[in-house]
C-alpha cells in the first residue's frame, strides 16, 4: 500500500510547468535537456525550431510590457498546496445541486481546478476591478499565496491586507497588471475548445486589457467588444464628457469552434417578431414538437388569447409536455410575415419559442440562419437593463444597498442565453453578490434548459469604516455570519432560488448551490526543525491535520485525482465503517480514524463485493487513512485481500 506524502503529485495542483515542458519534448525532443535542476528549454534551438530569423538583430518585439510581468507569468505555474473543503451548512439541496459557490483567493482556487474542470467551462463572466484608484487589488505573494490569502482574510494574524490602489501609485497600472495577468491565464485552460470569456471593464485599463489578453488567447481568437449603455443618464465626473457606456470585451477559447453570439430580447414577451396587428388573418399550423415553451407543462383548451390590438385565436387544445407540444395545434391571428414564410418556418422544422400565454410566437432561430447579436447593448435597442435597474434588483431583494455598483442579471442572462445551452458550465470568479448565478437562473427559467454556475468570491472583509458597505455589514450582523462579501453573496443567492421557486411551481430547475471553503491542504507538510525533533516526528507519523473531517479529505481527493466537485458520491455501510464510492467505484475511500485486523478483514471484503457490483470502467483505486491501521500487519492484509480481488491500485493518506 503506497502512501501519500506532502511531496506526492496528488498533494499540489497540476504542476503547469512539467506539463508544459513534456508537450514540447513532445514535439520537439532536441529542446529539452537534462541539468542539475531538471528538465531545461533552449531558448537558442527554439528560435531555430520555429525558424526565427530576427532575434539575432534585436530582442525587442512588439507587446505590451511591465515591471513584474515574468513573475506574474511563473505566479500562474506554481502549484497550489491548497484545498477546498466542503461547507454544507452553508449550502442550499447539498445532496442534490450541481451549483457551486466557492469562497477564497480567485487566484488559488482556479489552480486547485486545473484537474478537475480543464477544458469544461462553455461560458465564463467576470467583473474585475476597474482600477479607478478607490477599488483594490489582491496582494498576491509568490511564496506562499495560501498563507498570504489567510492573512489578508483575517483567518491568522498578519500585516497582509487588502488595499486600494490609488492613481498616486507609481505602479500604479502594474499592480492591477500583476493581478489581472495568471487569473486570465489559468481561466483560458478551464474553457471548453468552443467555451467564450467575457470582461467587463471601462475606460481606465481597457486597452492593457485587450493586450494581455491578446497575448494569452492570441489575436485570432478575439471576438469583439459590446459597448454596454450602463446608465439612463450621464455622469459628468471626467471633465470633458458625461460617460454612459462600459465595455464588454470577448474572447474564445477557439473562435472557429465558437457560436456565435445570438440576438435575444432580455426582457422575452415584449417584442413579437411574428406578431404585427392589422396585417391580415392568417392561420398557422405547428406540427408536434416544433414549438418550444417557456411555460409550464399543462393542457391548454382552445380559445380567444387576443390581447390589446393583437388578435389571436387558439383554435385546438395544445399537449406541452417537456416543455414542447405533444399534438398538432393551430393558431389564428395577424402576422407579420407572409403565410407561405411561416409554412416554410414550420416545414423547416426551425426552433419556435412561446414565451408566455396568450400565445404569440416571439422568437424564431432557423438551423444555418442565426441572427447575430450587435455590439451594442442598450435598454432602448435589446432591452439590456442598466445599473439603475441593478440597484432597484438589489433593494428588491434585500430592502437595501447591500452591494456598491452592483452589475443587472439581465445582462449576464444576455450573455448566457447568446452562446449557451442545456448543460453548459457558466464560472464567475470575481463573483461579488452573485450577478451572474442570478442571471444564469432567469435564462434558464425562460428556456427551461438545465445549466449550472460556478462561482469563487474572496471572502473581503466589510471594514466599519466603510460607508458604503453599511447596509451590507448589517445584513451580516443580523444573519450572524461574519462581515464579507462572500456572505452576501450566500444571501443573495439563497433569497434569489426563494422567489424562484415560488414563481416555478412546476418547474424543475436545480435552484441549489454547494459552498466550499480555501483552506490549507489536510495534509501537514514536514517540518524538520532540530529543535522540534518530538513534534515533527509525531507529524510523520500521523500527517493529517487533527481537526479535518473525513469528507474534507474526501473532496481533496476528488480534486487531485481529477474528479468534478459536484460528482455524486455513493454511500455504503460496513458496519461501524463508511465507504465512499466516486465514479461507479473509480475511486473508493474508507477514511475512518481506526481499522483493526478484524475491521479490515470486513473492510476487505466489502469493498471487494463492491468492485464486482459496479463495475468501473478502467479499475478502481482505494484510499485509506494511513494512521487509522493498528499495526503493518493489518494493512499488508487488507493490500492483500484487495489485490486478490484484483485491485491494484490502493494508496494512503
Not at 439541496?93 to 462553455?122: F, H, P
Not at 399550423?285 to 418550444?292: A, L, N, R, W
Not at 450572524?480 to 422567489?499: M, W
Request: aromatic letters at 8%; hydrophobic letters at 35%; proline letters at 5%.
Amino acid at each position: 500500500m503506497e502512501k501519500i506524502t506532502p511531496d506526492d503529485p496528488l498533494t499540489k495542483s497540476p504542476d503547469l510547468v512539467a506539463e508544459n515542458i513534456a508537450k514540447l519534448k513532445d514535439l520537439f525532443p532536441e529542446l529539452v535537456t537534462e541539468g542539475k535542476q531538471g528538465a531545461s528549454v533552449s531558448v537558442d534551438v527554439l528560435q531555430q525550431l520555429v525558424g526565427d530569423r530576427t532575434v539575432t538583430d534585436s530582442q525587442e518585439k512588439y507587446g505590451l510590457n511591465w515591471h513584474g510581468k515574468r513573475k506574474a507569468r511563473q505566479l500562474a505555474l506554481v502549484p497550489s498546496t491548497g484545498t477546498l473543503r466542503p461547507c454544507p451548512r452553508d449550502s442550499l439541496d447539498w445532496d442534490t445541486t450541481q451549483n457551486l459557490m466557492i469562497e477564497g483567493d480567485n487566484l488559488e482556487v482556479l489552480k486547485l481546478l486545473q484537474r478537475s474542470y480543464a477544458g469544461k467551462v462553455k461560458m465564463i463572466y467576470i467583473d474585475p476591478p476597474y482600477n479607478t484608484g478607490g477599488d483594490f487589488v489582491y496582494a498576491d505573494s509568490f511564496s506562499d499565496n495560501i498563507r498570504n490569502y489567510m492573512e489578508l482574510t483575517g483567518q491568522v494574524r498578519g500585516g497582509c491586507g487588502v488595499s486600494s490602489n490609488p492613481e498616486t501609485s507609481g505602479r500604479f497600472h502594474t499592480n492591477w497588471l500583476n493581478m489581472m495577468y495568471p487569473r486570465i491565464k489559468l481561466a483560458r485552460n478551464l474553457l471548453r475548445s468552443d467555451g467564450v470569456m467575457f470582461i467587463s471593464i471601462d475606460d481606465n485599463e481597457v486597452d492593457n486589457l485587450l493586450k494581455i489578453c491578446r497575448e494569452i488567447f492570441g489575436d485570432e481568437n478575439y471576438c469583439g467588444s459590446f459597448i454596454w449603455e450602463k446608465k439612463k443618464k450621464p455622469s459628468f465626473l471626467n471633465a470633458n464628457m458625461g460617460s454612459v457606456t462600459d465595455y464588454i470585451i470577448a474572447f474564445a477559447r477557439n473562435r472557429s469552434m465558437s457560436p456565435p453570439f445570438a440576438a435575444g430580447n432580455v426582457e422575452n414577451g415584449k417584442k413579437y417578431p411574428f406578431n404585427n396587428a392589422g396585417n391580415g388573418i392568417k392561420t398557422l399550423v405547428f406540427p408536434p414538437g416544433s414549438v418550444h415553451f417557456t411555460i409550464d407543462d399543462q393542457t391548454i383548451p382552445p380559445q380567444d388569447m387576443s390581447g390589446g390590438n393583437i388578435h389571436t385565436i387558439l383554435l385546438d387544445k395544445v399537449i406541452i409536455a417537456n416543455g414542447t407540444n405533444e399534438n398538432e395545434f393551430r393558431l389564428e391571428g395577424e402576422w407579420r410575415y407572409s403565410q407561405s414564410k411561416l409554412n416554410e418556418f414550420v416545414a423547416e422544422k426551425a426552433e419556435i419559442l412561446i414565451s408566455k400565454v396568450p400565445f404569440r410566437p416571439n422568437y424564431v432561430n432557423r438551423s444555418g440562419e442565426l441572427k447575430k447579436s450587435a455590439n451594442l447593448l442598450s435598454h432602448r435597442t435589446n432591452g439590456v437593463p442598466t445599473n439603475e435597474d441593478a440597484t432597484n434588483e438589489i433593494r428588491e431583494l434585500f430592502g437595501a444597498d447591500v452591494m456598491s455598483h452592483p452589475k443587472p442579471s439581465g445582462l449576464i442572462q444576455y450573455l448566457v442565453r447568446a452562446i449557451t445551452g442545456a448543460g453548459d458550465t457558466i464560472m464567475d470568479f470575481f463573483a461579488g453578490s452573485g450577478t451572474t448565478a442570478h442571471g444564469m437562473w432567469r435564462q434558464c427559467a425562460d428556456d427551461g434548459l438545465e445549466r449550472h454556475f460556478l462561482l469563487v468570491q474572496l471572502p473581503e472583509v466589510i471594514a466599519p469604516d466603510d460607508a458604503a458597505g453599511k447596509d451590507a455589514r448589517a445584513l451580516c450582523e443580523k444573519l450572524g455570519v461574519p462581515p464579507n462579501i462572500s456572505e452576501v453573496c450566500k444571501e443573495r443567492l439563497r433569497r434569489t432560488a426563494n422567489t424562484f421557486r415560488g414563481e416555478l411551481t412546476h418547474r424543475d430547475l436545480d435552484l441549489g448551490f454547494k459552498v466550499f471553503r480555501l483552506a490549507e491542504s489536510n495534509i501537514k507538510a514536514w517540518n524538520s526543525r532540530p529543535d522540534l525533533i518530538a513534534e515533527t516526528l509525531d507529524e510523520v507519523v500521523d500527517n493529517l491535520r487533527a481537526e479535518r473531517l473525513p469528507d474534507d479529505l474526501l473532496y481533496e481527493l476528488l480534486l487531485k485525482l481529477g474528479f468534478e466537485l459536484a460528482t455524486r458520491i455513493e454511500r455504503y455501510d460496513c458496519d461501524d465503517f463508511e465507504i465512499a464510492s466516486v465514479g461507479s467505484g473509480t475511486l473508493m475511500t474508507c477514511l475512518a480514524e481506526r481499522i483493526t485486523r478484524e475491521g479490515a478483514e470486513r473492510l476487505g471484503g466489502r469493498i471487494s463485493r463492491l468492485r464486482q457490483e459496479l463495475q468501473p470502467a478502467g479499475g478502481s483505486v482505494v484510499i485509506f487513512r494511513d494512521s487509522a491501521f493498528e499495526d503493518d500487519v493489518t494493512k499488508a492484509n487488507l493490500s492483500e485481500t484487495l489485490t486478490q480481488a484484483g485491485i491494484e491500485k490502493i494508496r494512503s493518506l
